[in-house]
Structures are given as structure tokens and as C-alpha cells.
């Protein structure tokens, strides 16, 4: 069966500091992997995308690492702000038109 | 929030009502996707539509029923045969059905039924 687990499932840091949240599948074969900002009672918003080529991608203060061989992703967020308090997803497709599968979130606060 | 908005943000029913969930786009994407969504799980897919007139269950597509007769909507209607309906929905869109392409999230529409 097709799982994406994050971890942890919750988080607080402090704000200017970096943290990295953790992501692992099981889908197979793989396309892409996607991270996905959402804020509490918002839709959720795209961060980054990899293919499996890829390795590394940053946006902003956000950096994703994808390791396929051994089917972990995690996101490194730098310089942590208050505005970075959210839910962060990982979501997996299988194959170039596959349906996405989605990891549970890890709930992200940030305090001053 | 891209282009695709949804109504309403909150909507309350009585159970053993029917109610229908909004979602329109403006971004000339050809597929549209309902998503639900729960505390401490992930998005579940209830049904998707690669083009206008065609659309296909997904994962959970009991006691949901959805039309395509727009490119630019998308409506939803939970009926009295859901079991579990309360939960915050989501519509999305992409350009093409799911591949590389990014989906957009609307706002979501929060469903309490008592």
C-alpha cells in the first residue's frame, strides 16, 4: 500500500531558528514529490516540487532534499519566522499522470 | 489562493440534509479534484474531472455526488448517505489531470453536520 509518513507530527521552535521536518514513502514507482505550506483553515500551497533527478530544491528560506534510493525527503526551513507557523505536507505520486498520496502534516509553531 | 475560490468558508446542516459545496476557478485548468480532509490524516480524494461532462470517483466517493457542466466549476453535494460528513473540503484544480503539474488549493469550505 502507498504511505507517505511525516515526522514529528508537531513541532515548536523558537523564532530565528532552523528546524528540518521528515519525510518517508513507500510509493512506488516515483514521480515527484511535493511539499506543501498550509495554514490553519487555508488551502494548502506549494513550496517545492522534485522529480526523482532531483535532489535539491530550494524557495526562499525553505530547502527540500529528496533521497529516492532510500525514499526520504526532508524540508530545512532557515531563519524560522512567525509567519512559518503552519502545517507543512509531503505528498508523493507514484507515476507521471498517478493520483497524488498525501503524508498527515506536521504541525509546525513558531514562538517569539 | 490561485485563482479558485470556494463558498461557503462555513456552512452547518442538520443531518439528513443534502448540501452542496462551491468551487469555481479562473485559471483555465481542464482538471478539477475534491479533496476532504480530517484532523491528523491526509487529504483523501472523493472525485476528480480531467475535462468538462467526464469525472471519476476517487478513494472515498461514497455519499458524495459532483457535475462538471463548466470548465470553471466544480460543485460538490454530500448527501444524507455520508456517514461521517463533518470535515473541511477541498477543491483544487491543475492544468492537465495530476502529473508534474501543480495543483491549487482553494480556501476550503468547513462542513459541520449535527
Known amino acids: 500500500k502507498n504511505q507517505v509518513e511525516q515526522s514529528p507530527q508537531s513541532l515548536i521552535i523558537l523564532e530565528g531558528k532552523n528546524c528540518t521536518l521528515q519525510c518517508n514513502y513507500t510509493v512506488s514507482p516515483f514521480s515527484n514529490l511535493r511539499w506543501y505550506k498550509q495554514d490553519t483553515g487555508r488551502g494548502p500551497v506549494s513550496l517545492t516540487i522534485?522529480?526523482?533527478?532531483?535532489n535539491t530544491k530550494s524557495n526562499g528560506r525553505y530547502t527540500a532534499t529528496l533521497d529516492a534510493d532510500t525514499k526520504q525527503s526532508s524540508l530545512h526551513i532557515t531563519a524560522s519566522q512567525l509567519s512559518d507557523s503552519a502545517s507543512y505536507i509531503c505528498v508523493v505520486t507514484g507515476t507521471s499522470y498517478g493520483k497524488l498520496t498525501f503524508g498527515q502534516g506536521t504541525i509546525l509553531t513558531v514562538h517569539p | 489562493d490561485g485563482g479558485i475560490t470556494q463558498s461557503p468558508k462555513y456552512l452547518f446542516r442538520k443531518e439528513g440534509q443534502n448540501v452542496t459545496l462551491s468551487c469555481e476557478q479562473n485559471?483555465?485548468?481542464?482538471?478539477m479534484y475534491w479533496y476532504r480532509q480530517d484532523p491528523g490524516q491526509g487529504l483523501r480524494l472523493i472525485y476528480y474531472s480531467q475535462i468538462v461532462n467526464d469525472f471519476q470517483k476517487g478513494d472515498i466517493a461514497e455519499g458524495y455526488s459532483v457535475s462538471r457542466e463548466k470548465k470553471e466549476s466544480f460543485p460538490l453535494t454530500v448527501t444524507s448517505a455520508q456517514k461521517n460528513p463533518t470535515a473541511f473540503y477541498l477543491c483544487a484544480s491543475s492544468i492537465v489531470f495530476f502529473g508534474l503539474y501543480e495543483q491549487y488549493f482553494g480556501p476550503g469550505t468547513r462542513l459541520t453536520v449535527t
Open positions: 485559471l483555465n485548468h481542464d482538471a
Open positions: 522534485m522529480t526523482f533527478s532531483e
